[in-house]
Structures are given as C-alpha cells and as structure tokens.
C-alpha cells in the first residue's frame, strides 16, 4: 500500500445550502521517499488539503490513512501525537523565536516531546549541522539572513527525524539565491535521507525540483493533473511506524500500557527503526557520521 493513502475528501465550511465547498472529493497518493509538490490559485483547495495532510485539521468526509493508520479514526490528541512525533513542518514565515538562539529554536519541538536535555543538544546540533548552520548555535533568529532563518526551520523540522515534512511556501519570503539553496536542501534531505515531502508552492521553477506536480482548482486536482495525483511505485508500508497497532490506534495515549505509547516508544528506540534508517545514523555514532548538506553554487 502507499504511505499515505487519500481517497475522496471533502472539506464543508458552513451548513446547508450557504456552505462553502473547499474540498469536493479529492483523490491523492503519495510514496514513501516521494517529493510532491501541490500547486494552484488562491482558493484552490491546496492548503486546506496541505492543513488536513498535516494533522491540523480533518476533513469533513473521506479517508485519510497515514502508513496504514486511519487518521480520521484517532481523537484530537491522538493526532497531536502523531504529529508531533512523525510530521515534521516548514513554513513561508520561518515562525521562529526572535530573540533566542538557533540552538534553542531547533531544540523546542524536542522539549515538548519530553526528550532530555543533553539528548535535545545532541540531536539540535546534529540538525543544525545537517543544514550547513554548524557554528551559528548561538546567534539568536533576528540576527540571521532570511535564508540563514529558513535553514534553522528545516532544521528544526528534521530534528525528530521525521517520516513526512510539509512544506508551506518555504521559499515565499525569499529571493531567487536563497530559495534556490533552501530547495538545494530540500532535494538533499528526499534525495539522501529518504524524507517524504511534500510542498505547497506559487513558484513554478521550484515546482521543479519535485518528482512530480499536482495542481488544485476549484477545491480538486486540475484534471489535467489527475495521473500525477497516483503516481508513482507501490509501497508495502513496512516500517516501523505502529508495527504492533491497531489501524484506529483507539487506545488511551497516557496509558502506559496502550498499543500506541508502546509504538511511540518503539519507533523513536529501536535502531532498526524507520526513522533512524531514514538517517543512516545510530543514535550511539558520534556527530562525525551525521549526513551534512554540501552547499552548490546557485547559478
């Protein structure tokens, strides 16, 4: 099966004949180790579908499964988790803390996912690193470039090293230079890491650096766009991610005893892990091995 699997969703706002339709039934598949990108006019749909993509909404009907486990079957806290343990995000405005390190900026999601503080350093600094930001630890997010900025939003967002980055408009406060390193980068993290992602984008040349282009009208995929919407190997959904879970994953999350805090544990523990793998680091490596993104020359 695919990795994430959409099948015929909708998105109402209002009720009754006034309501507005965002969504009219969208149909969408998209591969592990894929580079998507979602394209279209304002009003298209494309982020409200890239919100519901992202846990941060659900839809109103249809069926979104996520490596085999019905989203819209968990409760609201049950999608925090997944969010926040397997999602990473980058958006159009960096969303950064203005007068805190770039250290302290990557470490935050960490913090919240309850991950001690000498382990938090280690795997901020690794991120940084990864991103080319090794020695700007300690400058604080006002003091940087936009695309210096944007550099510790990706590297907050792969810190957890996660299976699926959503990108919003990552490149939209950006010019042609800085954008065109920042989608460097990106490439370099699907392309080497084997990250999912997938980006929303006004931008057609950085549409370009995707494997392929799925654009939104009128609250569905441009039907001239609709082979690209399925494209693309199977996957047999194999990894670790809720290896012994339900699909409902309906069992209580402060449950220590629960299928889903077993998995959550599992995943981020095990070296044979999905998330590990997909970094090619073991947690015991020392920062030498970390994969480090080489900056190219932007013609």
Known sequence: MMFIELTNIT??????ESAFKALKGVNLNIN????????????SGKSTMANIL????????????????????????????LRRF?????????????????????????????????????MALEALEMVGLNGWETHTSNKLSGGQQQRVAIARAIAS???FLLADEPTGNLDTKRSLEIMNILKWLNTDLKITILMVTHEAEMAKFAHREVHF???????????????????????????????????????????????VTTTIDSKDSTLDSAFKVDSAESAKSTPTYTAKESK
């Open 11 to 16: 998105k109402y706002y209002g009720e009754g």
């Open 32 to 43: 592990q180790g894929d580079f998507l990108a979602l394209m279209g006019p304002s009003g």
């Open 54 to 81: 992202g846990c941060l909404d659900v839809a109103s009907s249809g069926k979104y499964l996520f490596d085999g486990v019905d989203v819209f079957a968990l409760n609201r806290n049950e999608r925090a988790l």
């Open 86 to 122: 397997y999602i990473g995000f980058i958006f159009q405005g960096f969303n950064l803390l203005p007068r805190t390190t770039a250290l302290e900026n990557v470490e935050l999601p960490l913090l919240y996912r309850g991950i001690k503080k000498q382990e938090r350093k280690k």
């Open 161 to 163: 090293k996660p299976l």
């Open 217 to 263: 009208l009128d609250g569905n995929i441009d039907p001239r766009y609709l082979a690209n919407a399925t494209a693309g190997a199977n996957y047999r959904g194999d990894s670790a991610l809720y290896a012994d879970s339900t699909s409902k994953m309906d069992t209580a999350i402060n449950d220590k005893d629960s299928a889903l805090s077993k998995n």
